[in-house]
């Protein structure tokens, strides 16, 4: 019997060993991820910056078709939740661009009045 528990000793010690192996490697693995994410961000912020800077200042009715096609795309790039619907005010007559949304006359949806 002495040797069975000696034995089980062993391999709670072996166990015990590797348990503090592995929760060494996960501190490094954690401390790695959280690195990665912030370069990961650095480097996004990095190119937004460097897109905003290549948009064009101002565009208006006159400006040509590429600049407005340029501008919308960079306005609704990546976003497959959000689409731009046209609207025109009955009372000014000024037109635009509006995010749409599912849920716009629900009250507290999507910021509308």
Known sequence: MTDRIQ????????????????????????????KLKQQRMLIQFTDAVSDFEKAPECVTNASDSDAKVRI???????????????????????????????NEWKKGRCRKP
């Open 72 to 102: 919308f795309m960079d306005l609704f790039r990546g976003r497959q939740d959000v689409y731009p619907r046209r609207f025109e005010s009955q009372r000014t007559g000024k037109s635009g661009y509006q995010p749409a949304c599912r």
């Open 7 to 34: 034995e089980i000793e062993a391999l709670l010690s072996e166990a015990e060993e590797e348990l503090a192996c592995l929760e060494s490697r996960r501190t490094v693995l954690i401390e790695d991820i959280q």
